[in-house]
């Protein structure tokens, strides 16, 4: 099937549009059913055979469910080749199909509560009980497989496909190595077994492989699924072998016992299983879903194991699902939702199946992270360190949960390496807390009247001269007086990690700066509070807090007040590494560069710009000014705890913590004498790795002298 550029933008066309009316009126018109079925198959085949997708993930499964909605209500429009009739369509003539041993359905999806509690009524009623136990696992973002072992060897692998044939990709299969050549399999008597699984590569691995195609000049990819998919199609093994995949195996679809005189060593076999594992075998017979799971972890299979959960009911279901998905950004790998299964072998066996999904199994659909939109527009706003920074202004659009209306696209050379226009239509993602990004332009669906994203030559707010150092990509406004500059100073200074002023948001910033009440950081504590007309709206109470918490700012620790000067590439470590080094803060006037490079943490650069700081003769003013108002510019640091064996210890702090919050973490090493540093060096004592660690932990395993703890073993040196 090929597609010109005409049929690819008209198919893009018709897709958001329906994907529009389905977002505002979850309804489309039954006359539109062609056009719905026409524009799946599109999809199907961008999908599953160019692995260049158009529309996320949940864009499809809303067309795929309108589809689906209207042909329930109207089953005389159900055809033969309409997409729901099949489970999928991804053979590619490049490998050999071959037949599965039974077919491999799809799930059918739901996305809230009431879907399962229905979905939970209608199985104890066909299977006559009040209560169901269930198995929930992972759903995995990745490629389905599946695995035929026949006498304990690895005979045959392949993809979904239909889900009546596959693609043969034995030999790439055999280049993972958490998938075994051979297992035990007829010590427990089982002579052929089909095994489910997905091939999966990590956010660390997508990450580097990305980087890879980056510096090749390719395009990277948009999703770890598609890396996945697109690995088990490479013509060359070695090179899937590169690619650091994974697979997890969670589903025996079928299985073929030796003659019952072969089996003589079950109860041997059954002596070396967990105990955990006994429950697997009743007349040599696999009778749960979990309990086969735990079979095939015993067996050397990547099995998700700890990440199942057995429970009774649809209630305890739910409360899982809710409690699981808060954890979904500390794997180490992507899921895009949760799968519950009947756990009952015989009450799946009862439940049967439709052609299209199996009735004893659901798929619970998180919160979507990717979506398509279009680029209407660039922003250039100007920072407190005068980078002027381009801002994507987007046509609004949900994702994970929030509507994102504009992202920044960084720099000059971002927007070049994305190949950004305005008016493309492009592909988004907001994974967990992270900053919603652009992953890609669809340059595919471009048709002549974008427009090239012109950078300013002067700032957008001052009109002043622009500059970019060497070997920076940034263009800065070198006006330090620019309008812009001075109030993102402000905002910074009054924020919660700096001088935490309560009740001074930027919101209020603003307000202030624009009624000539604020004009830099000396002003806020200048402020006339008296100016009755300047003030109408505010409420004395607020006027009260508001002042309090200014004057409350001026005892702050030295720290605080250097951090919040917006110094830049000094953070909130470097600014404590700079204030225990002096017992006054002017003391930085009389300091050289290499005087600032003998302090922990600071380089080269990060010395330099300390310097040119202190070096400007308004900034100096600008600390008397601040001291005048009774702000503490001496150090007063408080005496670090001589217990502990931490003192003089250097700490980093690396990947997701599970008990404590990183700033709590830090500040629990500092209590006990510990330093706290913000990279990897010869320096560093202690790297503290979380969840998900990435590139600081590799550094850190290349210098001997680094010693790479858990968190509950730093827990343990500070007695906790």
Same mark, same amino acid.
């Given at each position: 099937? @090929?597609?010109?550029?005409?049929?690819?933008?008209?198919?893009?066309?018709?897709?958001?549009?329906?994907?529009? @009316?389905?977002?505002?009126?979850?309804?489309?018109?039954?006359?539109?059913?062609?056009?719905?079925?026409?524009?799946?198959?599109? /999809?199907?085949?961008?999908?599953?055979?160019?692995?260049?997708? &158009?529309?996320?993930?949940?864009?499809?499964?809303?067309?795929?469910?309108?589809? *689906?909605?209207?042909?329930?209500?109207?089953?005389?429009?159900?055809?033969?080749?309409?997409?729901?009739?099949?489970?999928?369509?991804?053979?590619?003539?490049?490998?050999?199909?071959?037949?599965?041993?039974?077919?491999?359905?799809?799930?059918?999806?739901?996305?809230?509560?009431?879907?399962?509690?229905?979905?939970?009524?209608?199985?104890?009623? /066909?299977?006559?009980?009040?209560?169901?136990?269930?198995?929930?696992?992972?759903?995995?973002?990745?490629?389905?497989?599946?695995?035929?072992?026949?006498?304990?060897?690895?005979?045959?692998?392949?993809?979904?496909?239909?889900?009546?044939?596959?693609?043969?990709?034995?030999?790439?299969?055999?280049?993972?190595?958490?998938?075994?050549?051979?297992?035990?399999?007829?010590?427990?008597?089982?002579?052929?077994?089909?095994?489910?699984?997905?091939?999966?590569?990590?956010?660390?691995?997508? !990450?580097?492989?990305?980087?890879?195609?980056?510096?090749?000049?390719?395009?990277?990819?948009?999703?770890?699924?598609?890396?996945?998919?697109?690995?088990?199609?490479?013509?060359?093994?070695?090179?899937?072998?590169?690619?650091?995949?994974?697979? %997890?195996?969670?589903?025996?679809?079928?299985?073929?016992?030796?003659?019952?005189? !072969?089996?003589?060593? *079950?109860?041997?076999?059954?002596?070396? +299983? !967990?105990?955990?594992?006994?429950?697997?075998?009743?007349?040599?017979?696999?009778?749960?879903?979990?309990?086969?799971?735990?079979?095939?972890?015993?067996?050397? %299979?990547?099995?998700?194991?700890?990440?199942?959960?057995?429970?009774?009911?649809?209630?305890?279901?739910?409360?899982?699902?809710?409690?699981?998905?808060?954890?979904?950004? =500390?794997?180490?790998?992507?899921?895009?939702?949760?799968?519950?299964?009947?756990?009952?072998?015989?009450?799946?066996?009862? +439940?049967?199946?439709? !052609?299209?999904?199996?009735?004893?199994?659901?798929?619970?659909?998180? *919160?979507?992270?990717?979506?398509?939109?279009?680029?209407?527009?660039i922003d250039f706003q100007v920072g407190r360190t005068g980078a002027i920074t381009p801002v994507a202004k987007l046509k609004p659009v949900q994702v994970g949960g929030v509507t994102v209306s504009s992202i920044s696209v960084h720099n000059e050379e971002?927007?070049?390496?994305?190949?950004?226009?305005?008016?493309?239509?492009?592909?988004?993602?907001?994974?967990?807390?992270?900053?919603?990004?652009?992953? *890609?332009? +669809?340059?595919?669906?471009?048709?002549?009247?974008?427009?090239?994203?012109?950078?300013?030559?002067?700032?957008?707010?001052?009109?002043?001269?622009?500059?970019?150092?060497?070997?920076?990509?940034?263009?800065?406004?070198?006006?330090?007086?620019?309008?812009?500059?001075?109030?993102?100073?402000?905002?910074?200074?009054?924020?919660?990690?700096?001088?935490?002023?309560?009740? %001074?948001?930027?919101?209020?910033?603003?307000?202030?700066?624009?009624?000539? +009440?604020?004009?830099?950081?000396?002003?806020?504590?200048?402020?006339?509070?008296?100016?009755?007309?300047? &003030?109408?709206?505010?409420?004395?109470?607020?006027?009260?807090?508001?002042?309090?918490?200014?004057?409350?700012?001026?005892?702050?620790?030295?720290?605080?007040?250097?951090?919040?000067?917006?110094?830049?590439?000094?953070?909130?470590?470097?600014?404590?590494?700079?204030?225990?080094?002096?017992? /006054?803060?002017?003391?930085?006037?009389?300091?050289?560069?290499?005087?600032?490079?003998?302090?922990?943490?600071?380089?080269?650069?990060?010395?330099?710009?300390?310097?040119?700081?202190?070096?400007?003769?308004?900034?100096?003013?600008?600390?008397?000014?601040?001291?005048?108002?009774?702000?503490?510019?001496?150090? =007063?640091?408080?005496?670090? &705890?001589?217990?502990?064996?931490?003192?003089?210890?250097?700490?980093?702090?690396?990947?997701?913590?599970?008990?404590?919050?990183?700033?709590?973490?830090?500040?629990?090493?500092?209590?006990?004498?510990?330093?706290?540093?913000?990279?990897?060096?010869?320096?560093?004592?202690?790297?503290?790795?979380?969840?998900?660690?990435?590139?600081?932990?590799?550094?850190?395993?290349?210098?001997?002298?680094?010693?790479?703890?858990?968190?509950?073993?730093?827990?343990?040196?500070?007695? &906790?």
């Amino acid at each position: 099937m @090929e597609f010109n550029s005409g049929d690819i933008q008209a198919f893009q066309k018709v897709s958001f549009r329906l994907i529009e @009316e389905l977002r505002l009126s979850s309804i489309i018109s039954v006359s539109e059913i062609e056009f719905l079925k026409s524009v799946l198959r599109f /999809h199907e085949h961008r999908y599953y055979i160019l692995n260049e997708p &158009l529309i996320s993930d949940s864009e499809y499964d809303l067309l795929y469910a309108a589809l *689906k909605q209207i042909e329930q209500k109207h089953p005389e429009l159900v055809t033969k080749d309409s997409p729901t009739q099949r489970v999928g369509s991804s053979i590619n003539k490049s490998f050999e199909t071959v037949q599965h041993l039974v077919p491999m359905l799809s799930l059918e999806n739901s996305y809230n509560a009431d879907d399962l509690i229905n979905w939970d009524r209608k199985a104890k009623e /066909h299977c006559k009980l009040d209560v169901i136990e269930y198995c929930i696992e992972p759903k995995f973002d990745g490629a389905s497989i599946s695995l035929i072992y026949e006498n304990d060897l690895i005979v045959r692998g392949t993809t979904r496909g239909d889900g009546v044939e596959g693609e043969d990709i034995t030999n790439n299969i055999k280049q993972i190595r958490s998938i075994p050549l051979s297992a035990p399999f007829s010590k427990f008597g089982i002579q052929q077994i089909e095994i489910r699984g997905e091939i999966v590569m990590t956010k660390a691995s997508f !990450t580097k492989y990305n980087e890879g195609l980056i510096a090749q000049g390719l395009s990277p990819l948009a999703n770890p699924r598609n890396a996945a998919s697109g690995s088990l199609r490479m013509k060359d093994p070695k090179e899937v072998a590169k690619r650091n995949l994974e697979a %997890f195996l969670y589903h025996v679809s079928f299985y073929q016992r030796k003659p019952a005189n !072969t089996v003589n060593d *079950k109860e041997e076999f059954l002596e070396k +299983l !967990t105990p955990n594992t006994l429950s697997v075998v009743e007349d040599n017979v696999l009778v749960t879903h979990s309990s086969s799971l735990n079979l095939l972890w015993e067996l050397g %299979f990547r099995s998700p194991q700890k990440e199942k959960m057995v429970v009774q009911g649809i209630e305890d279901v739910i409360k899982h699902l809710h409690d699981f998905e808060l954890l979904r950004d =500390t794997l180490p790998y992507e899921i895009d939702g949760m799968v519950i299964k009947v756990n009952d072998f015989a009450l799946q066996e009862t +439940l049967g199946m439709t !052609t299209h999904h199996p009735r004893w199994a659901i798929a619970f659909k998180f *919160k979507a992270r990717q979506a398509t939109t279009q680029l209407l527009g660039i922003d250039f706003q100007v920072g407190r360190t005068g980078a002027i920074t381009p801002v994507a202004k987007l046509k609004p659009v949900q994702v994970g949960g929030v509507t994102v209306s504009s992202i920044s696209v960084h720099n000059e050379e971002y927007i070049k390496e994305k190949d950004l226009k305005i008016g493309d239509n492009v592909l988004i993602e907001r994974a967990g807390d992270v900053i919603p990004q652009i992953v *890609k332009s +669809l340059t595919e669906l471009r048709d002549g009247g974008e427009e090239c994203i012109v950078f300013p030559n002067m700032c957008p707010v001052c009109r002043g001269e622009l500059f970019k150092e060497e070997g920076e990509a940034v263009w800065r406004c070198v006006n330090i007086e620019c309008e812009a500059q001075v109030m993102e100073k402000i905002i910074h200074f009054v924020s919660k990690d700096a001088m935490d002023i309560n009740s %001074f948001g930027e919101a209020n910033v603003r307000k202030f700066y624009g009624l000539g +009440l604020i004009s830099d950081i000396p002003s806020i504590y200048n402020i006339n509070f008296e100016s009755k007309g300047k &003030l109408d709206g505010f409420g004395k109470k607020s006027i009260d807090n508001l002042s309090s918490a200014i004057e409350a700012s001026k005892f702050q620790p030295l720290h605080r007040l250097i951090y919040g000067l917006g110094i830049r590439f000094v953070g909130e470590t470097t600014a404590k590494v700079l204030a225990n080094s002096v017992e /006054h803060l002017l003391d930085f006037v009389d300091k050289s560069e290499e005087d600032l490079q003998k302090l922990d943490d600071v380089g080269i650069k990060v010395a330099k710009s300390i310097h040119h700081f202190f070096s400007n003769e308004m900034n100096v003013e600008m600390l008397k000014q601040l001291e005048s108002h009774g702000l503490q510019l001496f150090n =007063t640091k408080k005496e670090v &705890l001589q217990t502990g064996g931490l003192i003089n210890q250097t700490f980093l702090f690396t990947g997701t913590l599970n008990k404590l919050k990183r700033s709590e973490a830090e500040a629990l090493a500092e209590q006990h004498g510990g330093k706290i540093v913000s990279g990897v060096s010869s320096k560093l004592n202690y790297l503290v790795v979380g969840d998900d660690a990435g590139s600081k932990l590799e550094k850190a395993k290349k210098i001997n002298t680094i010693k790479i703890i858990t968190e509950n073993e730093f827990l343990e040196l500070v007695n &906790l």
